[in-house]
């Protein structure tokens, strides 16, 4: 399967910047889309942004403006440039990838990386 490995989480105080990184491993033909979710103790897991192998780029919206992801194909590699964060930001962010293998497209999560964000 798809191996994704999440770096680059820690501790930032209000208003600071974070990159987290993600490099996906394994035998696949290709990745489409890739992400980030994040998930708050006691919430949901959400939807911070998405971009697929073509570029397009999708944004929650309590992030738009403040983050900012790209790839890069070559490396499978996802990153999210997180500026002026806030409190609100504190969850444990999880890297995501859409994979072809065998002709089939399947879904993969890092473990996350830890981001915490003290009010």
């Known amino acids: 399967q798809v191996q994704l490995v999440e770096s680059g989480g820690g501790l930032v105080q209000p208003g600071g910047s974070l990159r987290l990184s993600c490099a996906a491993s394994g035998a696949f033909f290709s990745i489409n889309a890739m992400g980030w979710y994040r998930q708050a103790p006691g919430k949901q897991r959400e939807l911070v942004a998405t971009i697929t192998s073509g570029g397009s780029t999708n944004y929650a919206d309590s992030v738009k403006g403040r983050f900012t992801i790209s790839r890069d194909n070559a490396k499978n590699a996802v990153y999210l440039q997180m500026n002026d964060l806030k409190p609100e930001d504190t969850a444990v962010y999880y890297c995501?990838?859409?994979?072809?293998?065998?002709?089939?497209?399947?879904?993969?999560w890092g473990q996350g990386t830890q981001v915490t964000v003290p009010s």
């Open positions: 995501n990838a859409a994979a072809l293998r065998f002709g089939r497209s399947n879904n993969y």
